[in-house]
T-cell receptor, first 112, second 112 residues
Framework: EAGVVQSPRYKIIEKKQPVAFWCNPI?????LYWYRQNLGQGPELLIR????????DSQLPKDRFSAERLKGVDSTLKIQPAELGDSAVYLC??????????FGPGTRLLVL | DAKTTQPPSMDCAEGRAANLPCNHS???????VYWYRQIHSQGPQYIIH???NNETNEMASLIITEDRKSSTLILPHATLRDTAVYYC?????????????FGGGTRLMVKP
């Protein structure tokens, strides 16, 4: 069974540029999560989807971050414009309802 | 979700058992104990979880004290590839609690 797929694995951009991350969850998992992990810290939840609906986006900086999960499968997380402090690893995870979450490999973002 | 306390780092000799402790003295009756690990440059990997009883799978064993205020993750024969940050997390298995709150974790170094 394929795991959570994320792309790209690495991204280097200049500040003020836009960037987007893509996630394909495990087949059949209706719940999808985006986490951000700063260097030396544990992951922190940004947003959680139940199918197409964002049910918890309280930690998502809405002035520059946006996310979507069209058709309740793949998801995209966007930052526009990126700032130096956005440099981090962006992790996607999925689960079947409230069961165990499984993580993808993450996208490592460096903003110069 | 209840907070957890873990030692920041531990060493273990290759081939020996690694015993990673976790304190969760404020755990609620409906909260599970989850363990994840994160190998360098990878996403968190699910290891095991439990509620009251001890659990074992192909990766590890989880020992939960009778009062549920602490637990120990046991890797019976640690290898160099077990070097990682190990996170102990407590969470309720319901919609409201369906998020993982990561602490600092324990950085396990397995040495030859």
């Amino acid at each position: 069974e394929a795991g959570v797929v994320q792309s790209p694995r690495y991204k280097i951009i200049e500040k003020k540029q836009p960037v987007a991350f893509w996630c394909n969850p495990i087949s059949g998992h209706n719940t999808l999560y985006w986490y951000r992990q700063n260097l030396g810290q544990g992951p922190e939840l940004l947003i959680r989807y139940e199918n197409e609906e964002a049910v918890d986006d309280s930690q998502l900086p809405k002035d520059r971050f946006s996310a979507e999960r069209l058709k309740g499968v793949d998801s995209t997380l966007k930052i526009q414009p990126a700032e130096l402090g956005d440099s981090a690893v962006y992790l996607c995870a999925s689960s079947h309802r409230v069961e165990t979450q499984y993580f993808g490999p993450g996208t490592r973002l460096l903003v110069l | 979700d209840a907070k957890t306390t873990q030692p920041p780092s531990m060493d273990c000799a290759e081939g020996r058992a690694a015993n990673l402790p976790c304190n969760h003295s404020t755990i609620s009756g409906n909260e599970y104990v989850y363990w994840y690990r994160q190998i360098h440059s990878q996403g968190p990997q699910y290891i095991i979880h439990g509620l009251k009883n001890n659990e074992t799978n192909e990766m590890a064993s989880l020992i939960i004290t009778e009062d549920r205020k602490s637990s120990t993750l046991i890797l019976p024969h640690a290898t160099l590839r077990d070097t990682a940050v190990y996170y102990c997390i407590v969470r309720a298995m319901n919609n409201a609690g369906n998020m993982l709150t990561f602490g600092g974790g324990t950085r396990l170094m397995v040495k030859p």
